[in-house]
């Protein structure tokens, strides 16, 4: 299947699947801050996730980076999330 794909297309399957992971994230009351590879990008709450659109503040806060970076958990929420899935949308 790959040899009817271009080096192009591949490269980009390729890209798409790289992890990417989070040094730091912060919460203020529009969006979640992140940073990875040196760059922070702000993630509107309502492009996170239906429950964290809904949150409070004190529940978005209240965020935790996992050791490695790839995923933020919010307790409060029983919320999961990667650091890839949200810098890609």
């Known amino acids: 299947m790959d040899a009817h794909r271009s080096a192009s297309e591949r490269e980009m399957t390729l890209e798409a699947t790289k992890f990417v992971t989070a040094t730091a994230i912060r919460a203020t009351t529009e969006a979640l801050l992140i940073t990875a590879t040196g760059t922070s990008?702000?993630?509107?709450?309502?492009?996170?996730?239906?429950?964290l659109a809904s949150a409070t503040g004190a529940q978005h806060?209240?965020?935790?980076?996992?050791?490695?970076?790839?995923?933020?958990h919010w307790?409060?929420?029983?919320e999961d999330l990667s650091v890839g899935r949200?810098?890609?949308g």
């Open 41 to 51: 990008e702000a993630i509107p709450w309502e492009r996170c996730s239906p429950r």
């Open 61 to 72: 806060a209240h965020a935790e980076l996992s050791p490695g970076g790839y995923g933020i």
């Open 75 to 78: 307790p409060l929420l029983d």
């Open 86 to 88: 949200l810098l890609r």
